[in-house]
């Protein structure tokens, strides 16, 4: 629409324009309006093109993907899978205990070395914390998280294996 750029001015700032009323490039109020109107679209052309993403969709248009999940998760829990009609027998318990057991040592380990490793570290570049606190306070500092984390994994896995044992069952 406006092939001139004469009246664009570059400055620190980003492209501003010169005020083009001046004594040899007085324009008409027509041309004026026109003008105004080229630089607006320009202007939101570049922060659309900004906003955009690397796809050159909008924010709006990403997200909309994120409006399918909900309706995927109410058609998922409106067919709900199918709970055993027995008991479970005393193998298939010990089987569901043991792997609870073996899961919880497993991520208490993690987290009790984890743990560990940093109590230590505290206890020997830290004087205040070496003599402030005692040895039933280290010993506490260690054993709670990783108490925690055997208690949270054992349940974790006794509540899968409640929702759906045979499933459960066949890793």
Known sequence: MFPSTDFLLFTPFGVGSRPHRTAENCCTPV???????????????????????PN???????GREMHERPRAVA??????ERM??????????????????????????IVGANV?????????????????IGISGKV????????????TQSHLVVARANAN???YMQH
């Open 31 to 53: 041309r004026c309006r026109e003008r105004s109107r080229w630089l607006a679209e320009t202007a939101t052309e570049r922060a659309n093109a900004m906003v955009r993403g």
């Open 56 to 62: 050159g969709e909008t924010p709006r248009e990403e």
């Open 75 to 80: 058609q998922r829990m409106a067919k709900p």
């Open 84 to 109: 055993p009609n027995r008991a479970l027998t005393p193998a298939e318990t010990a089987v569901i205990n043991q792997e609870a057991v073996l899961q919880g040592f497993k991520w208490a380990g």
């Open 116 to 132: 560990g490793s940093i109590l230590f570290m505290i206890d020997h570049y830290s004087p205040r914390f070496r003599n402030g």
């Open 140 to 151: 506490g500092l260690f054993m709670i998280p990783t108490f925690f984390t055997f208690c």
């Open 165 to 167: 044992p045979f499933k």
